[in-house]
């Protein structure tokens, strides 16, 4: 039973729309005291000043507001952007600050150019070439990096080597040294945001600014040697591009390509994760131009790099968003607070910026998170390798091993590809493999074969050289040769020349071959070729089911044609 417009009336009840606006109002409201925290915070792990983080956040939210497609992401600087943008600077940087900032832009505007091209060339699933358990093992030694360094700025000591073996006995080995202060103030803002997260929508980072901007003034921290964030400069520069070497661009253009693709995966995870959870439909390449648009901006203003990750985004949903409304709200509520509150930021202390940061990220840092993978025996090492390869190589070549290690997966697997023996299954038009399916039963004098991965160039030689065995094992009663390409849906020039010299193979044999489910590029492709090489008879786009009873049929009319002439 609904509630008419007339009784919603009597009874005060908002309407739909007026709900919904009131919604995003409050989680706008909410997430606001979450997002400005960070940005300050993400910026120190970039080591850029606070400034950056907070452009990158208005850019995020102006442009995803305007052209993204979940309703409850929220586009922002994000921790791991932050870690990788700070290896990337300091490794083509050399201690030079002013050329650092110039090279942060520089990456920050070519990952934008990167997002773009990658939305208009509709390459909405890029990052399914990122295995998830390669995704997962760097997000975890990601976070282990991020809260060790730190710790390392509270305690007050710099290590030398960047590397965790090493980092952490040198950050150990100072224990003399540490602020003890500082660890003290640390420790009881990591209470009180652990305490407000349990209340949903209490903006739990910016009561612990505020607390710990009172506590720093009452104590007077900065006696004991308690740093603070200093001063905020919010000005916007005037959009230029950065005057950078030949080199350097072509150096930040591969980085701009794993910094994409790392954001991008986090970016998805987080929007189809909560797409799925309410039965959203979302549009990956939307969100590629969204991205691209918010990068862009945010280098040109000379912000940091942003995405859509989980901590903003969970928030904005547990807070209750129904619409992109709330991240425009959120913006509206940031910008009255840096108009007016900025310099009380600046006097936040630095153990207080950096539990915020710790606190962030800790929801990364779940072991629990592997417990899959161990449990089916499947990508185990693979998991561990990556934790491994952040934690030893640092942030950026852990990054590019990372990836390294997500395409190796990929080609082994295409490489490692076999194919299947097709047989009947009882009575039906169903046909399986007979090596998992000992029930299905072969075809008489047919031989009905399927690559079990799309051919191309690295594999086609090897499948179709199992496509001769298995042809040969199969006896002189074979009449008929049955590929099924359902898994191709396209085919590379080595694959063409590889089925050129299998239909050789199988006309020497005295053989007729039928090539069944081709998708239509395939047909394209093969009935454009040369014809004495792949005649137009043995393509369809046929089942398997329809390409038996063909070859049966016509089989049968070849054996009796007088039979047929008769009955004709």
Not at 118 to 136: E, N, Q
Not at 190 to 195: P, T
Not at 248 to 275: H, K, N, P, Q, T
Not at 414 to 438: A, E
């Amino acid at each position: 039973m609904t509630v008419s417009q007339t009784q919603q009336n009597d009874l005060n009840l908002p309407p739909p729309a007026k709900r919904f606006a009131i919604a995003d109002l409050i989680a706008g409201l909410s997430i606001a005291g979450l997002l400005l925290p960070e940005a300050v915070a993400y910026s120190s792990i970039a080591n850029l000043p606070p400034q950056t983080g907070v452009i990158a956040l208005f850019a995020g939210l102006l442009c995803y507001g305007l052209f993204g497609s979940s309703r409850f992401a929220i586009v922002s600087a994000t921790s791991s952007s932050a870690a990788v943008l700070a290896a990337a600077t300091a490794s083509l940087a050399n201690g030079d600050i002013g050329l650092r900032m110039t090279l942060a832009i520089g990456l920050v505007m070519i990952t934008g150019v990167f997002f773009l091209l990658a939305g208009l060339a509709r390459m909405g699933s890029v990052t399914d070439f990122i295995a998830k358990p390669v995704l997962r093992g760097f997000a975890f030694g990601l976070a282990i990096v991020i809260i060790v360094k730190q710790l390392a700025s509270v305690v007050g000591v710099q290590p030398a080597h960047s590397d965790m073996t090493r980092f952490i006995p040198e950050m150990l080995a100072q224990v003399s040294h540490w602020n003890w202060v500082s660890v003290a103030v640390a420790a009881a803002a990591l209470v009180l945001l652990f305490l407000f997260a349990r209340l949903k929508r209490v903006p739990g980072a910016l009561l612990v600014i505020v607390i710990g901007v009172i506590a720093g003034k009452w104590l007077d921290l900065p006696q004991y040697g308690v740093g603070l964030v200093g001063s905020i400069h919010l000005q916007l520069a005037t959009p230029t591009l950065p005057i950078l070497s030949r080199a350097d661009w072509l150096r930040l253009g591969e980085l701009g390509f794993a910094m994409a693709m790392i954001l991008y995966a986090e970016s998805y995870g987080s929007i189809r994760s909560f797409a799925i959870k309410h039965n959203d439909t979302v549009a990956p390449n939307r969100d590629l131009l969204a991205l691209g648009a918010s990068n862009l901006l945010s280098g040109l203003f000379h912000g940091m790099p942003v995405g859509a990750g989980y901590s903003a985004t969970s928030a904005n949903e547990a807070a209750g968003a129904t619409s992109r409304l709330s991240g425009w709200i959120a913006a509206l509520v940031m910008l009255a607070i840096v108009l007016t509150l900025l310099p009380g930021i600046a006097l936040t202390p630095e153990p207080v910026l950096a539990a915020i940061v710790i606190h962030a990220v800790s929801h990364t840092l779940n072991p629990m998170i592997f417990r899959p993978y161990f449990q089916w025996r499947r990508d185990r090492l693979v998991v561990i390798a990556s934790v491994i390869a952040v934690l030893l190589l640092g942030v950026l070549d852990g990054l590019l091993a990372s990836i390294a290690i997500s395409l190796f997966m990929m080609l082994r697997q295409f490489s490692q590809s076999t194919i299947s023996v097709l047989g009947r299954l009882g009575q039906g038009h169903d046909y399986v493999n007979m090596r998992t399916h000992p029930e299905a039963k072969p075809v008489s004098g047919v031989i009905i074969l399927r690559p079990n991965e799309p051919l191309f160039f690295a594999n086609a030689e090897r499948i179709l050289n199992q496509a001769r065995e298995s042809i040969l094992n199969a006896g002189d009663a074979v009449h008929t040769v049955i590929l099924s390409l359902e898994e191709s849906p396209d085919l590379d020039s080595s694959s063409l020349e590889c089925l050129h010299d299998f239909f050789s193979f199988v006309s020497s044999k005295g053989l007729r071959l039928l090539l069944a489910r081709l998708k239509d590029p395939v047909y394209d492709i093969m009935k454009n070729a040369a014809a004495p090489s792949f005649p137009i008879e043995s393509l369809s786009a046929l089942s398997v089911a329809e390409a038996v009873h063909l070859a049966l049929a016509d089989k049968q009319a070849t054996s009796h044609p007088t039979e047929q002439l008769t009955g004709e």
